[in-house]
T-cell receptor, first 113, second 116 residues
Framework: EADIYQTPRYLVIGTGKKITLECSQT?????MYWYQQDPGMELHLIHY???????EKGDLSSESTVSRIRTEHFPLTLESARPSHTSQYLC????????????FGPGTRLTVL | AQKVTQAQTEISVVEKEDVTLDCVYE???????LFWYKQPPSGELVFLIR??????QNEISGRYSWNFQKSTSSFNFTITASQVVDSAVYFC?????????????FGTGTRLKVLA
């Protein structure tokens, strides 16, 4: 059973605010990922990490930043939210190795007014 | 270049009908992994199956079955006797082993609507 958590589940915020989306997993997975997805549409990888102090940008350019100070925690930060950031953000994790299946959190639906 | 194509944007079926969701992939790797995920209206992605490139055996799990054919680069998903709870967006994904990154390449998804 996958144990990966995201908070908040829903966030409505005004333009210009700084926000942090939290993602935590209790499975000890080395690899973690952030995806951006408009409802029911394609998933776009925006950040990933292979372990502590490792972060990489994904395939879709994003103004967000991430950090990986602890194995279980992979927060995503937007310094100044804009309406174009309105989307669903999904966090995932997987073990390091060839099996590679990713387990997803419930997502955060962000609306920037 | 790697790519996953789910040509069916949306499918509607009546409950108890069988339905097949198509997935065609492109990769130059000999080692790769294919996945199916279900995304119900609540938003989370639920893992359904993983297949590696060396295992072409088809798999059945309850009402779900998967047909992996390397000759046609396809990994199709069939739901037998569909139910309303099967209504969701289904994503097929590819992960290449040799790149070392193990990132997923997702298809654009197929929205399945099962009508009562």
């Amino acid at each position: 059973e996958a144990d990966i958590y995201q908070t908040p589940r829903y966030l409505v915020i005004g333009t210009g605010k700084k926000i942090t989306l939290e993602c935590s997993q209790t499975m000890g997975h080395d690899k973690m990922y952030w995806y951006q997805q408009d409802p029911g549409m394609e998933l776009h990888l925006i950040h990933y990490s292979y372990g502590v102090n490792s972060t990489e940008k994904g395939d879709l350019s994003s103004e967000s930043t991430v950090s990986r100070i602890r194995t279980e925690h992979f927060p995503l930060t937007l310094e100044s939210a804009r309406p174009s950031h309105t989307s669903q953000y999904l966090c995932a994790s997987s073990e390091y190795g060839t099996t590679n299946e990713q387990f997803f959190g419930p997502g955060t639906r962000l609306t920037v007014l | 270049a790697q790519k996953v194509t789910q040509a069916q944007t949306e499918i509607s079926v009546v409950e108890k009908e069988d339905v097949t969701l198509d997935c065609v992939y492109e990769t130059r790797d000999t080692t790769y992994y294919l996945f199916w995920y279900k995304q119900p209206p609540s938003g989370e992605l639920v893992f359904l199956i993983r297949r590696n490139s060396f295992d072409e055996q088809n798999e059945i799990s309850g009402r779900y079955s998967w047909n992996f054919q390397k000759s046609t680069s396809s990994f199709n998903f069939t739901i037998t006797a569909s139910q309303v709870v099967d209504s969701a967006v289904y994503f097929c994904a590819l992960s290449e082993g040799s790149s070392g990154t193990y990132k997923y390449i997702f298809g654009t998804g197929t929205r399945l609507k099962v009508l009562a």
